[in-house]
């Protein structure tokens, strides 16, 4: 599993859908290795929800279902562990929102969620957000990181080059 982070919430109206841009976290092993993202599309509700979750200082009046589940949890003792987008099949993805064992001798409860509504329950408890490796590679996006040193170095060798170009070039 990989740990990934809510890089981005777009906000589409109308028959478009929204999309949530998950990034692969920095490793601590190098820099300059490529960070993979995972887009995933969904409702305008569900990405306004899980913006909610991301800004909490934006508080609602009455406790819409994800609150009302986290309250729930709580209220029975336990506790969210981490939320796991474990699975893809073209176009849909599938998550788990895995809850904290209520005793010592119990295991790990894993609930069935869309990825959408685990995402909006991650961010209102804080728990981590993971990514099945399989899923990553075969849905993801990699981008390669640029430092701002090798942007510096690149302009520096794109404005040698205009400045040997003659209007002959052209």
Do not use: C
């Not at 599938?94 to 990825?115: C, G, M, S, Y």
Request: hydrophobic share 40%; charged share 30%.
């Amino acid at each position: 599993m990989i740990r990934v982070d809510i890089e981005t919430i777009i906000m589409a109206s109308g028959p478009v859908p929204s999309v949530v841009v998950l990034r692969e976290r920095k490793s601590g092993t190098s820099s300059e290795s490529a960070l993979r993202a995972l887009s995933i599309q969904t409702g305008a509700y569900e990405a306004a929800s899980i913006g909610h979750g991301v800004d909490a200082a934006k508080q609602t009046r009455r406790p819409i279902a994800h609150d009302l589940f986290i309250n729930t949890v709580k209220k029975l003792g336990s506790k969210v562990e981490r939320v796991e987008i474990n699975r893809w099949e073209a176009p849909v993805f599938f998550a788990d929102v895995v809850l904290a064992a209520t005793d010592e001798n119990a295991e790990e409860i894993k609930v069935d969620a869309r990825p959408s509504d685990a995402l909006a329950i991650a961010t209102r408890s804080n728990a981590p957000i993971y990514v099945e490796d399989d899923v990553m590679n075969r849905a993801g996006s990699v981008s390669i990181p640029t430092t701002e040193q090798a942007d510096a170095e690149e302009f520096e060798k794109f404005d040698e080059f205009v400045h040997t170009l003659s209007p002959d070039d052209f």
